[in-house]
């Protein structure tokens, strides 16, 4: 509402005076009606109307004034009653930039404590995982210790049944060494059974010449 009642129009808005006068804010009127003459403003306010007030109204938006302004028929109490309008609103105007110029450093400063306050809780929460990591809870490492005896269980089969296949391989190359060695012995008796004939069918021929 401020910002509003101080600001300028365009033209198409803006109030018209009698000899291409304008005036395009509340500021702008109150300054010509100080040198508008007497006979002019009463073709303006008067018993029937008050078109200032209807131009503040409805293209200010500022009710309350307007109201105001309809009771008052004197020129002076109009630019009196602008006036301190015009000072009250500056006046706020001021107040609210100190208030804002007093507000930011402490929402820096709000800020800047949030982001500490973030930051802390990260590094909070950063150490308590780790920690957890150190240390688990007993859910943990009840899940930890099964999988460990599983693991074990695992190895377990695998061992014997390494230790069957090694079995199983002794005992196929302990058949095939004694294999081997019947083998050996057929062939040994039958080139000594040979051995053996051809020696006495020499020396037969040996006795019988």
């Known amino acids: 509402m401020v910002t509003i009642s101080l600001h300028k129009v365009d033209f198409e808005k803006a109030f018209k005076f009698n000899g291409?006068?304008?005036?395009?804010?509340?500021?702008?009127?109150a300054d010509i009606l100080e040198k508008l003459p007497h006979e002019e403003f009463t073709n303006f306010v008067n018993d029937n109307k008050n078109d200032f007030a209807n131009w503040i109204e409805f293209v200010f938006n500022e009710k309350d004034l307007a109201q105001d302004l309809r009771k008052i028929k004197s020129q002076?109490?109009?630019?009196?009653?602008?006036?301190?309008?015009?000072?009250?609103k500056i006046k706020k105007v001021q107040e609210i930039k100190e208030k804002h110029n007093k507000e930011i450093p402490k929402t820096k400063k709000e800020f800047h404590e949030v982001l500490k306050e973030v930051a802390n809780k990260s590094k909070e929460t950063l150490f308590e995982k780790k920690k957890e990591e150190k240390n688990p809870e007993p859910n943990k490492q009840e899940e930890l210790k099964k999988k460990l005896d599983d693991l074990q269980k695992e190895l377990d089969k695998k061992l014997k049944e390494k230790?069957?296949?090694?079995q199983k391989e002794k005992t196929t190359e302990s058949n095939d060494e004694e294999s081997i060695l019947h083998k050996y012995i057929l062939v040994w008796l039958i080139v000594s059974f040979i051995i053996g004939l051809i020696i006495g069918i020499i020396l037969s021929k040996l006795f019988l010449f």
């Open 163 to 166: 230790s069957k296949e090694y």
């Open 76 to 88: 002076p109490n109009t630019i009196t009653l602008l006036d301190d309008f015009l000072h009250q």
């Open 20 to 29: 291409g006068i304008a005036a395009y804010s509340i500021s702008e009127l």
